[in-house]
């Protein structure tokens, strides 16, 4: 979760965030979902009590624009929390609610699919006071979710019925081209380039979405800088054993 900033009494938190440098709305195509930029902006940016629920498949990017968000306020100056549901379910139930306590202090607030903590009571319970607090106090909520507030297995009625206020911005997979446009340009931010013909095969030969095709290429940047080799279809096809 790790999270390097402070209270809004100078106290070091327990739980610190630190966000990937690449995170950034910049490298994110939004062609598929034109008009959640516009909604990021205003919650990064506008003081006003908000809640933005981000609703998407695996691989869309979810993560990717939580914590992109998460900078852009903090770079504007706000108090910025980010909490991954991953993180908080391998604590436990117990333990990991806990660690909640005062997380409503921020002014604005990711976290996470937060679809996958609503299956579990005591999870539940700590997110609902969360978000009562957060609310109460006029700080903003950014969530994230593969089902929308409607659909998703939620074990506290009250709880979901606070999601389902949220205003809800779907996030749509990117076609093949810009796929492969976007595996060319984060090639280029790693260091290296790949020809259109071998970010086509990528793309092609990945799960269709840009979460399994960039951990593609992480894997690939990896396995090429050890065996010295560049980039091609070969040396993919080998590596990956396609």
Partial sequence: MNLATTDLAGQQLTLNMRLPSYA????????????????????AQDPATDVLLLQGADGVGKSHLLQATAQAAMDHGWQVGYLSAAELLAMGPDTG?????????????CIDDIDALCQTSSWCEALFHLYNA????????LLSSSQTARTMPCLLPDLQSRLQLALMMPLHALDEARQGQQLIMRARQLGFS???????????????????????????????????????????????QW
């Avoid at 609610?97 to 607030?109: D, S």
């Avoid at 957060?134 to 909520?141: D, E, F």
């Avoid at 799960?207 to 040396?235: C, E, H, Y």
Wanted: hydrophobic content about 45%; charged content about 15%; proline content about 3%.
């Fill in 97 to 109: 609610a806990e660690m909640l306590a005062g997380f409503e202090q921020f002014q604005l607030l």
């Fill in 194 to 240: 790949i020809s259109t013909e071998l970010a086509q095969y990528i793309c092609l030969h990945s799960q269709r979405n840009m979460g399994a095709v960039m951990t593609v290429l992480q894997t690939l940047d990896t396995a090429s800088w050890q065996a010295k080799r560049k980039l091609t279809i070969p040396f993919v096809k080998q590596t990956m």
């Fill in 24 to 43: 950034n709305w910049h490298n994110y195509d939004f062609a598929a979902s034109p008009g959640v930029l516009p909604a990021l902006q205003k919650i």
């Fill in 134 to 141: 957060n609310q109460q106090l006029g700080h903003r909520l």
